[in-house]
């Protein structure tokens, strides 16, 4: 016998445990994508037996299904669009009230719901008795107590999910709620006409829902009647009107105000006789204790950057073991790859275009599971909502949200991010504005790509003040984002701030289960996107780095009228090779301009290699100095003799240092960045973001350069 399909969508608010819920229920067949037309990630998961196969859907976690934010248009398109066969609705049960209010619109919209009622460990510790049975009762619904970490209630769930697929239970598909004397008849009117019309039949929504989403004035649902009918969808539109003059005459408030009011009458109504019962005197919070400290005015910060601190800390001093072991690796393989293949060109593709591009790239991976792994511990714990709480002063004064910190601080705040997942963090921002200003501006940070760069700049020409030159160009990035932020808040952005209102989540332990799935979720998106844009931008800056070839003859001819070594002549040819080839007659082509912000040919070859990733500048820009050029015979270590060649060229000047430091922090995001700035928003606003970014670096570089070199 065939297996019965079940589609089954997993909704509820956050932190509420709804992904742990999703997780124990799909272990390891759960699979990230995105929603059509957005950058939500969608998480589908399957469970099954010999006769059932359960698709399970997760949706974003929000409040309601009012489309306001991101979170809640995405949520009311799956189940509206999507009508998935069962809604399991998860419940924060020590905020019962709350929680429910959700689930009452998901009751409305008239698809079997069954309840997930999770956290009941922590209601007992807080001495809270909740009479489920009597709840059941007055819902009417399927409800589980769950603890879902500890994996309790999780078959039940299952059940529960089968008993109403097969049409157990069909009484709580009727819940019409009174929403009052001034508000009632308009809705009944309404319904009317919806059925008479039959509008909206082919989304199979109750009229009386169609009503009250009209009435409280949602835009998605109100642009797709528009879409049917223009002239009936006005003529809803003119009941709405009537009674929002009506309650601000009367009342002072509007419909969607009055209709909040009244869902939340019903849920108190419904938790009344002993539904829930709360001890005479609570035991003191220990979360609002912590807060008291971890959220004080001046405390709070200063513990927030030992945090920070001590995150990249371990990051970096635990990462280098591994990510050293990588590079090894891939050393290996490169050299591997160099006695095991004799043709020059396919041995330069293997080992510098391929193995040398991505490995780059890749070796930062442990670096990036390590800090995801922290940072998903303090996300779960529920630290992280206290950073965004504690700065969202500071950013609102830049048109920024107190949600733009986190993509911040992933970008490399800290030095030591990655732009990547930085402008991904970017979607827990619900106003487009201001996502689409945090998502151009968090490439400004120190990345991890950036941070090779300047450690060996700074190294070579600072010696003894590197940590000084990493602090100074951390402010920099910084305020940099800041104030470009200020300036597309305040002109192709322009709009008001949103309210920055959050619920700061109680405490929780993590569990190693959740972390582990989150990271390797995260760590995964980063080498699949990363490596793969790698490989491919690696093999065609080879390509334009090593053709057209210097013709033999002028080759030949330069080596037979040289009387200096073998390992000059050697150094002179991959010079002269270079400057031939595409890359290096574009970096000659640029010299006449760029020489106002000090860059050289050579400065100008290695910025386009770190167009594609940041890390290639330094391959690069050793290439272009390459054999030696100041001393062909020194028998100094490759790294040494890079810092000799550079330190010995008369361009690189004090002023041309700053104004390079200066335009690398700002210039285009590398390749990958770009690409991922696009599925987050579009192409328009990725080439828009690239090339403001290039012309404003450019013309701060020049600016910085012309004014240093009057006093150098």
Known sequence: MAKKNIVVAVAGQPNCGKSTVFNMLTGSTARVGNYPGITVDRMEGYWKNDDYKIKFVDLPGTYSLTSYSLEEVVARKVIVDERPDVILCMLDATALERSLYLAIQLIEIGIPV?????????????????????????????????????????????????????????????????YG????????????????????????????????????????????????????????????????????????????????????????????DGVIKRPEAFRRNISEAI??????????????????????????????????????????????????????????????????????????????????????FLEDLGYMARVAYMLDRIFRLFGLHGASVMPFIVAGGIPGGCAVPGVMTA???????????????????????????????????FTGYETIVMLLLTIASWFFALIVSLCLRRTVLKGEPTAFIMELPPYRMPTVYGIFTHTWDRVWQFVKKAGTVIFAVSIIMWFFMTFPRVPETSLNEKSGASSVSTQSIEYNNEHDALKYSIAGRFGSFLEPLTKYAGFDWQVNIALIGGFAAKEVFLSTLSTAYSMGSNDPDSDSKSSDLFKQRLLADLNWTIPAIISLFLFMLLYAPCLTTVVNIAKETNWHWAIWGTVGSLIFSFILSVAVYQVLIRFY
């Open 427 to 461: 979607r827990t921002l619900k106003s487009p504005k201001e996502r689409i200003a945090t998502i151009l501006t968090a490439p400004f940070m120190v990345c991890g790509a950036k941070t090779t760069v300047y450690l060996m700049l700074s190294e070579t020409f």
């Open 181 to 272: 004397a001034d508000i009632d008849p308009a809705l009944d009117k309404m319904e009317a006409l919806i059925k008479e019309k039959e509008f909206l039949k082919t989304k199979c929504l109750p009229s009386r829902w169609i009503a009250v989403k009209y009435m409280e004035g949602d835009k998605d649902l109100i642009i797709t009647g528009q879409k049917e009918d223009k002239n009936f969808s006005d003529s809803l539109e003119e009941i709405v009107k009537i009674v929002e003059k009506h309650t601000e005459k009367t009342l002072k408030t509007y419909p969607e105000a009055l209709i909040s009011d009244y869902r939340y009458g019903y849920i108190r109504s419904i938790l009344k």
């Open 114 to 178: 069954v309840i997930g009622m999770n956290m009941m460990d922590e209601v007992k510790s807080e001495g809270i008795l909740i009479d489920t049975a009597k709840l059941i009762a007055k819902l009417k619904l399927p409800i589980i107590e769950c603890i879902a970490r500890r994996n309790k209630g999780i078959p039940e769930i299952i059940n529960a999910i089968i008993d109403i697929y097969e049409n157990k239970n069909k009484e709580s598909l009727n819940l019409n709620i009174s």
């Open 291 to 376: 807060d008291k400290i971890v959220t004080h005015r001046f405390f709070g910060p200063l513990i927030m950057l030992g945090v920070l601190y001590l995150l990249f800390w371990v990051t970096f001093n635990l990462g280098a073991y591994p990510q050293e072991l990588l590079q090894s690796s891939f050393a290996w393989a490169g050299n591997i790859a160099s006695y095991g293949i004799t043709n020059e060109l396919l041995q330069s593709l293997i080992v510098s275009g391929i193995i040398d591009g991505v490995g780059a790239v890749l070796s930062f991976a442990p670096l990036i599971l390590i800090m995801f792994a922290m940072l998903c």
